[in-house]
């Protein structure tokens, strides 16, 4: 699989999608099920915005109870349930917990209710109370000073990597037929006899001008979505605000299951939790949001994340984090709530029709506000594209087809018989294969079994394979040094892997793109200015990362 940029002027596609992160990859998705020809373009790599930067949990709903807001909760769990089957090697349950306390809506008798309520609407979930001691076994350390009487235990979802979850939807669609590009960005978008027929766009790796037709055009830019949708001069700019919103990921505090713990945001008004969630051998603290006016704003400084973590020490004695414990920042921007709410995330996600409100026919723009969502969303305006444009139904229900790399039965019956034909040496990695691509595992091991020595780590204090780089080139299109070390591979998505594995990466690309020496520099150069950016420290020495590991 190469990337082409010249296949998207050579038909007139039924869809071209415009962002390739979880929202523009369901769109994408949705449409090929149809039987649709579709073109998804993204100005950077697929999925390497917002997409990529969230807590990694996929919402059940179960806090949408509070403001009773049943349509809500009923949605969530269902698109949580889907996810799980759609995608069983990538989201799987996670157990939470949130201290109880008071007589009020956190008290053991309404938690009680909720976690009934919430199985009886929904049809699943599972969750029970628990005693303070039962809380401080689980949780060590925790302080009780709203005097706290126990705790509620429900079960979640977490995707292990949300960069290769959005890319199982995007696979999805070009395994159907769907033409994908990275680094081509959309710039002003045609509209003839009052259809927006054409998108006049810019291939970012040198500089060509390309023009794409299509008789709709989805417009999924995300947090950017009102600057893409005003590339034409017949769209009115919306009143758009937008919220950073972060996460820090630190040393692992508790392994099992995610904790709630409460924090006032003063910028809100409001008291509002953190959770404390394990993710792979660290934990994830967040999500905390600032309001901003900057749609290129894509940092935290050190204060914010110092303030976050004081939070964290304040309710927990044994924590004692630093800003040297931090070893990654996840960074996005989201729509932001409305009136009071503004320095707060908008609740709700919705589909912008240009033909009423701006008399552009054939163009919608997408408000997404939740990651858990975006099929639902997806499914969504397409069936309106379909109804306006007399398409055929859909030959699958996208809630029903599975995600590539998810038709199984099980992750860990897959990884047991893959285990069989793998090599000795490769044994213990491949429960970590097959929690990263699924069935697709396989094909890696085709890999290593025309090069032997692919199986190898590329250095020593990471897990990362070379057969994983080589796959991420020929099969992933993977053009540049970070895409392979945040979004196609686990090589940077926790901390800085080292400047030997950064090396070793690069050499392996170098080997497939036939890059000189001077580009090998250039891509170590630019990802290490991205790893400085989200972990906001230097790259460890390679010894140090060695005994990190060993640890």
């Known amino acids: 699989m190469q990337r082409d940029p010249k296949q ?9 999608v415009i962002g390739a992160g979880v929202q523009g990859a369901a769109v994408a998705r949705e449409a090929t099920l149809r039987g649709l020809s579709v073109a998804v373009i993204d100005r950077g790599d697929f999925g390497g915005a917002t997409s990529a930067n969230s807590q990694k949990i996929i919402h059940g709903g179960l806090r949408y109870l509070q403001k009773l807001d049943i349509a809500r909760l009923r949605m969530s769990a269902a698109e949580q349930q889907i996810l799980m089957r759609l995608a069983p090697h990538l989201v799987r349950p996670l157990p939470f917990v949130i201290p109880t306390r008071g007589v009020g809506k956190r008290s053991c008798l309404a938690l009680r209710a909720a976690l009934a309520l919430y199985r009886t ?25 709203c005097r706290y009487t126990g705790g509620a235990l429900w079960y979640d979802a977490q995707a292990t990597s949300t960069e290769r979850l959005t890319w199982a939807f995007l696979r999805s669609a070009i395994e159907r037929g769907a033409t994908a590009c990275n680094y081509v960005e959309a710039q002003r978008l045609m509209a003839q006899d009052g259809r927006g027929d054409r998108v006049l766009a810019r291939d970012r790796l040198d500089d060509g001008e390309l023009e794409i037709r299509a008789r709709v055009v989805v417009n999924a830019a995300g947090p950017w979505w009102h600057e893409t949708a005003t590339a034409t001069d017949r769209v009115q ?20 299951a995610a904790l709630g713990i409460d924090t006032l945001d003063r910028s809100a008004g409001e008291q ?22 900057d749609s290129s704003a894509n940092t ?23 800003l040297a414990d931090v070893t990654l920042v996840h960074h996005g921007l989201l729509p932001a709530g409305s009136g009071r709410q503004r320095a707060l995330p908008a609740e709700q996600a919705y589909i912008v029709d240009h033909e009423q409100r701006d008399g552009v026919v054939g163009f919608w723009s997408l408000r997404s506000v ?15 594209a379909a109804r306006r444009e007399h398409w055929p139904a859909p030959v699958v229900a996208s809630h029903e087809d599975p995600l590539d790399g998810g038709d199984m039965h099980s992750p860990e019956a897959v990884a047991a018989e893959l285990r069989d034909s793998a090599p000795a040496a490769l044994t213990a990695g491949i429960d970590e294969w097959v929690s990263a691509y699924g069935t697709r595992a396989l094909e890696l091991l085709r890999l290593i079994a025309d090069r032997s020595d692919d199986a190898d780590r590329l250095t ?17 299109m993977a053009v540049r040094l970070a895409d392979v070390v945040f979004r196609r591979t686990a090589l940077g998505s926790v901390r800085h ?39 906001g420290v230097e790259a460890p020495s390679d010894e140090s990362a060695k005994a990190f590991a060993a640890a």
């Not at 628990?130 to 949780?139: N, Q, T």
């Not at 051998?281 to 309001?291: E, L, R, S």
């Not at 935290?300 to 630093?322: H, I, K, Q």
């Not at 939740?370 to 309106?384: D, H, N």
């Open 8 to 16: 998207l002027e050579q038909q007139v596609f039924d869809v071209l």
């Open 121 to 145: 609407l929904t049809g699943s979930g599972k969750g029970s109370l628990l005693s303070w001691p039962e809380v401080l076994e689980r949780f060590p350390g925790l302080r009780n000073p």
């Open 237 to 256: 700019p919306p009143d758009e605000r937008l919220v950073r919103a972060w996460n820090i990921v630190t040393r692992q505090l508790f392994p099992h």
């Open 272 to 293: 509002r939790m953190v959770f404390l969630t394990p993710w792979c051998d660290a934990t994830i603290i967040g999500t905390w949001y600032a309001p901003t006016d």
């Open 300 to 322: 935290v400084n050190g204060a914010e994340v110092d303030e976050l973590l004081g939070r964290v020490n304040r309710a927990l004695s044994d924590a004692n984090l630093t």
């Open 370 to 384: 939740k990651y858990t969502t975006a099929r639902r969303l997806a499914a969504e305006v397409i069936g309106e």
């Open 460 to 476: 020593d204090g990471v897990s990362t394979r070379s057969a994983e780089v080589r796959y991420a080139v020929r099969d992933e």
């Open 497 to 535: 892997p080292g400047r030997a594995a950064l090396e070793a990466c690069a050499a392996i690309m170098a080997e497939e793109l036939n890059w000189s020496s001077e580009r090998v520099a250039d891509e170590i150069a630019a990802t290490e200015q991205e790893l400085r950016r989200v972990t």
